[in-house]
């Protein structure tokens, strides 16, 4: 690797029945290499943390999880690591975590935190439809892009902040269901998009497009700074 490239891990952990983590890092490295990032892909969080004790964190980490296990030291190890300048894309299932009732989890609280929201449910049925992806044109991730129609799962999110930057979201009668937002968090970046359940996602050249910019944006050194 040239000492000028800036470098990606794609990290997968979970439960791989429901989500096709698999088919997801595949398309995460060949997005995140075309960027121009040196990518590869590893699986579990405790992969990262050991990264960490040897300050070898990446540039930028694509965090696609499905739950598995994710305690409080990975959970800070993450976090120090965006304080410190790493970039974080958390694509879908990433915000899925253990719940207390109502509430996410105490034991999951620092990564709902960093990340920002966390999946509360399907809401009413159908739990998926095809639906236009509105966008908000101001922000270097969606500047250029048209609204799109997309073939996707519903989610419904609790934020963990009050004014998320919100950059691409659908209608439904409770209101704007948020797909696309970002936060910066002391010298690093983080962003959200709901969208990744499956191959038809994949094939959509916008959402190709606006991975492709999240990871411009958010990376250690991106666009914008």
Do not use: K
């Not at 997801?24 to 997005?31: F, H, K, N, P, T």
């Not at 960093?114 to 809401?123: A, D």
């Not at 190709?208 to 910019?213: E, G, K, N, V, Y």
């Amino acid at each position: 690797m040239l000492p000028d490239t800036l470098n990606a891990t794609v990290l997968i952990a979970g439960d791989d029945v429901y989500e096709d983590l698999l088919g997801a890092s595949m398309e995460l490295v060949e997005i995140a290499s075309g960027a121009g990032m040196a990518t590869r892909a590893r699986v579990g969080l405790g992969s990262f943390a050991e990264l960490a004790r040897s300050g070898e964190t990446p540039d930028l980490l694509l965090l696609y999880t499905a739950m598995g296990e994710c305690t409080s030291a990975q959970q800070q190890a993450l976090s120090d690591a965006v304080a410190g300048g790493m970039g974080i894309l958390a694509i879908h299932t990433a915000v899925v975590f253990p719940t207390d009732g109502d509430s996410v989890a105490p034991t999951h609280h620092t990564l709902f935190e960093l990340l920002g929201s966390r999946y509360s449910s399907h809401g009413p049925q159908p739990h998926e439809s095809r639906f236009t992806v509105m966008l908000d044109r101001q922000h270097p991730i969606t500047a250029g892009l048209a609204d799109f129609e997309v073939g996707h799962e519903h989610y419904r999110l609790e934020l963990a902040m009050s004014e998320p930057t919100v950059l691409a979201w659908r209608e439904t009668a409770e209101g704007r269901e948020p797909l696309l937002y970002v936060s910066e968090r002391g010298a690093g970046r983080v962003c959200y998009l709901q969208l990744g359940h499956d191959m038809r996602v994949w094939q959509e050249p916008t959402v190709r497009a606006l991975i492709t910019r999240a990871i411009e944006w958010t990376r250690r050194g991106g666009t914008e700074r």
